[in-house]
Nanobody
Framework: QLRFVESGGGLVQPGGSLRLSCAAS????????IGWFRQAPGKEREGVSC????????WYADSVKARFTISRANAGDTVYLQMNSLKPEDTAVYYC??????????????????WGKGTQVTVSP
């Protein structure tokens, strides 16, 4: 099973920016849709954004529209999530997995084994 490694999280003040990266754990020539999810303490995991492999179409949750931008490196092996104008409510562990875009952007569709370690994003003064 192809897995992904998230990185780029950290502590940032409200209004700040972070760029998260999602890289496949092994090289693959396949292009695939990638979805970013997040889970805040005491809350269910939720879909944040995704990107399709074919036409590069994207989807964003209403809560992050106009603030977050998902993109794929030219080689296709890394997906980025640029997060601007961060808010305290963006604090969560962020995960990336292979997911249909946008039809697969519901966390409950996935078995618990698909999730990696994630990367912690903390937005605090």
């Amino acid at each position: 099973q192809l897995r992904f490694v998230e990185s780029g999280g950290g502590l940032v003040q409200p209004g700040g920016s972070l760029r998260l990266s999602c890289a496949a754990s092994e090289w693959t020539s396949d292009f695939y849709a990638i979805g970013w999810f997040r889970q805040a303490p005491g809350k269910e995991r939720e879909g944040v954004s995704c990107i399709s492999p074919s036409d590069g179409s994207t989807w964003y949750a209403d809560s992050v529209k106009a603030r977050f931008t998902i993109s794929r490196a030219n080689a296709g092996d890394t997906v980025y999530l640029q997060m601007n104008s961060l808010k305290p409510e963006d604090t969560a562990v962020y995960y990336c997995i292979r997911a249909g875009c946008p039809e697969g952007m519901t966390a409950s569709l996935f078995d618990s084994t698909v999730w990696g370690k994630g990367t912690q994003v903390t937005v605090s003064p």
